[in-house]
């Protein structure tokens, strides 16, 4: 079992910065992909970024492509995420997640909320106008 706390969320301008921290639990962190996804009020949960389990590898939304940036920690059991050139439209709850599945078709199924068997409870990110 992991447990996953995200920190870091908050209220920001437009163009502001914020970086998210999800902090896991376990000694088995280094062998979970990791990714971010959010949900804006009645909106669907989306992808947003995910990386691999060295970090080697990482994957974004079109949507956050060049202004986020995901990375992680191993030895501190934390995955954050970078965020630059917020937009209202970035505005939501991110949620952590964790894929204990391996390396198997990851890179064809990162972006699926299926993958994922741990989430954290979110934070909230508001970006203002």
């Known amino acids: 079992q992991v447990q996953l706390v995200e920190s870091g969320g908050g209220l920001v301008q437009a163009g502001g910065s914020l970086r998210l921290s999800c902090a896991a639990s376990?000694?088995?962190?280094?062998?979970?992909?990791m990714a971010w996804f959010r949900q804006a009020p009645e909106k669907e949960r989306e992808f947003v970024a995910a990386?691999?389990?060295?970090?080697?590898?990482?994957y974004y939304a079109d949507s956050v492509k060049g202004r986020f940036t995901i990375s992680r920690d191993n030895a501190k059991n934390t995955v954050y995420l970078q965020m630059h050139s917020l937009k209202p439209e970035d505005t939501a709850n991110y949620y952590c997640?964790?894929?204990?599945?391996?390396?198997?078709?990851?890179?064809?199924?990162?972006?699926?909320?299926?993958?994922?068997?741990?989430w954290g409870q979110g934070t909230e990110v508001t970006v203002s106008s």
């Open positions: 997640a964790a894929d204990r599945s391996g390396p198997i078709n990851y890179s064809t199924r990162y972006y699926r909320s299926s993958s994922y068997d741990y």
């Open positions: 376990g000694r088995t962190f280094s062998s979970y992909a």
């Open positions: 990386i691999a389990w060295s970090g080697g590898l990482t």
